[in-house]
Nanobody
Framework: QVPLVESGGGLVQAGGSLRLSCAAS????????MAWFRQAPGKEREFVAA????????YYADSVKGRVTISRDNAKNTVYLQMNSLKPEDTAVYYC????????????????????WGQGTQVTVSS
């Protein structure tokens, strides 16, 4: 089975909104720290947002803080990324990522510490 499957990407105009979803298997999702990364052609993979397994702690990149909200529904094994006030520079392939954690594990923005990834969903913001 595919461990993580992103959906919800698309083409929007600047100022618009999108909600991305990431569906995970129970094994992948349980006690996991989840995150969203993005990557545009020719650019480095960039951290966007992360959330602890309980949903009690979140962290955002400065570039999206105030415009983006990450959340999760453990009953549905799904993590979301609500994006508002989208800008052309938000254009990228958005990837969902996860990692298993112990109690008290800290949020990490380092993509190397996430071991489970989806195939990505394209977000294009027109000017």
């Amino acid at each position: 089975q595919v461990p993580l499957v992103e959906s919800g990407g698309g083409l929007v105009q600047a100022g618009g909104s999108l909600r991305l979803s990431c569906a995970a298997s129970g094994r992948t999702f349980s006690r996991s720290q989840m995150a969203w990364f993005r990557q545009a052609p020719g650019k480095e993979r960039e951290f966007v947002a992360a959330i602890t397994w309980s949903g009690g702690t979140t962290y955002y990149a400065d570039s999206v803080k105030g415009r983006v909200t990450i959340s999760r529904d453990n009953a549905k094994n799904t993590v979301y990324l609500q994006m508002n006030s989208l800008k052309p520079e938000d254009t990228a392939v958005y990837y969902c990522a996860g990692r298993s954690t112990n109690y008290g594990a800290r949020i990490t923005t380092n993509h190397r510490e996430y071991d489970t990834w989806g195939q990505g969903t394209q977000v294009t913001v027109s000017s």
